[in-house]
C-alpha cells in the first residue's frame, strides 16, 4: 500500500471512529436528559434581594464580575491588560480578531498568558477560541496547547467556546481536548457563550452535559452573548435592552440552576460610562454574576455593581456569627434583624463573605 493511500485509510479510520463516539455521546446526552428529568437539580436557588451572590460551584472564589476581552493580535492591547486590575482577560481568537490576523494571533496567545503571570496579574487567564461553524477549532487549540510549550508560553486557565448551540458542540469540544489533555485527570473549566436562539432553547441540555457527562471539561460559566442574538433574531439594540428581557433572564436562571456563573450582555458604547453603570446594576440585581468588557474604562464600574456593598458584608459577617450562637443553643431558626433566619440565608451570607475575601485577594 502507499504512503499516501495508507494515510487516508487512517484518516477515514479516525473519522469513522469520531462519529461514532459522537453518536455514543449524543445517546449519553439523552440518558442524561432522562436520569435529570427524574432527579431534581440538586443545586438550590437562593430567594432575596442577596440572591445574586448564590453560585455553588467553585467559581465562587473568584470573582468573574468583569470580564474583558483582549485581542490577542493586538501585542499593545496585551500589555495594557496585564497591568490591570480586571477579575477575568480573555484573549481573543474569534470575532475580535481579523481574520488575516488570526495566525498572529494563535502565535501571540501563549506568550500573552506568560507574560501576565511573570508581572502577577491575578486574573483569570482565559483563551475566546473559534466557534464550531468556523471550522477553526482544531488550530485554535494545537495553538493553545502544543503551541504554547514550544514558544515558552503559559496554558490558559480556562477555553472560552462561542456560539454554543447545542450538547453536541460540547461533546465536539470535549472529544478535541481529550487529545491534548491525554494522562491528565482534571477537566479543563469551560466558559460558554449564548448567542443565538437556538442556544438559549437547548440550554438545559447544554448545561445537563457539561456539568454531568462531559470527560475533559467542565462547564463553569455562560456567557450572553447579545449582539449575535440580535443579529440571528432580527431584533434592533436599544438602550434599556428590553428586546433581549426574556434571553437574559433565562441564561441566568439556568446558570444558576446548575451551580454556573452567568456573565451578561457586553455594553458596546463603551465611552457612555452612566448608561454603563445602569445596565451593569441591572444585571447584578437580576443575579448575574459580572459583566463583559471591552475597554479598561468599563472596568471599575462593572466591579463596582457586581460587588457586595459595605452593608451586605457587614450583616453577612454579623448573621453567620449569630447562626453558630443559635446553633450552639439548640435553635436552627431565630430572628436578625427583623427578619426569620435559618439554613438558606446562612448559605447567601457566606457566599457574600466568600466573595468579598476573593475581591480582597485580587486587590491585595
Ligand atoms: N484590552 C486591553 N487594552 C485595551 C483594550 C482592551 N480590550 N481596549 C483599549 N485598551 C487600551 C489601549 O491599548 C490604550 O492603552 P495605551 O494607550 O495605554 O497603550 C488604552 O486602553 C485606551 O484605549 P483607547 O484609545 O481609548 O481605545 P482604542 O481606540 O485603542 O480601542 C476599541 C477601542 C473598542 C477598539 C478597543 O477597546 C477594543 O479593541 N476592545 C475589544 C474589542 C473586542 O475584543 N471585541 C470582541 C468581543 S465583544
Ligand atoms: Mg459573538
Redesign the pocket.
Known sequence: MSNSLANCVVSRTFMCLRKIDLLFRSSATSLTRNALSRTSVSSRVSTGPLSRFYCSSSNMFHARRAL????AS?K??I???AS?CVDTLAF?LE??VAVNQKENARRSVGSAIAGCRSVGSKAELVVRINGFESGLVDDDLDAVYSGSHDSGGGLPDAIMLPKCDTPEHLAELDLALSVHHEGTTTPVPLIVIIESPVGLLNLREVCQFGTQSARHLRLSALVFGSDDFLATLGGTRTKDAYEVLYARQSLVTHAKAFGLDAIDL?DID?KDLDSLRVQSEEGARMGYTGK?V???DQVPIVQAAFSPSSTQTKWATELIEAFHRHQETGKGAFVFDGRMIDKPLLLQAENIVRLQHAISNSNS
Not at 474583558?68 to 485581542?71: E, F, Q, R
Open positions: 474583558m476581552y483582549v485581542p493586538d499593545r492591547k500589555n495594557k491588560a490591570l481573543d470575532d475580535g457586553v463603551y463583559q471591552i475597554h479598561p
